[in-house]
């Protein structure tokens, strides 16, 4: 009688677990393509709705119910916290007036602050720019930014110092 080393036993277990687990892949594709590779069906709406269930709100149900908490406090503070806003009153001929009066005097300060000039009654215009400088910078030229005139330059270590 010889005996079976240990290898040998291993290698006669596989096998038979090997053939059962091939049996069970057989049958679950079979389930799965319905019988001999037949054509995928598309899924229905329920069982899409069904799936969504399962897969995105059973997993997370702490956080929906917190999510749910939250909007239903939201709603709440909405409800119990509504004030009715006081109406505004209504201007009568003479507010009107008085207020056309106010934004007149505010246009004539505008334009007076404008021009340099107070305006003069309600016909004041506002003044055309000028297109060439005013006197005080008619004698200077304006030079770029960083522009180095020699003559200008500080001559001998004293001018440093």
Known sequence: MKTKTLREHLLDRDAAVTARLDALRR?????????????????????????????????????????????VAVLAFTVLGRVDAPTSPRLNADDAVALHALWREQRQLLLTLESGRPAVGAAATPQPERSTPPARDAGRVLKPLGYYEPSAAPTGVAAWA
């Open 27 to 71: 049958d679950v594709l079979a389930a799965e393509l319905g019988g001999g590779g037949a054509a995928h069906r598309s899924p229905t709406a329920l069982a899409v709705l069904r799936t969504l269930w399962r897969e995105l709100v059973q997993p997370c149900g702490g956080t929906w119910a917190t999510l749910a908490a939250a909007w």
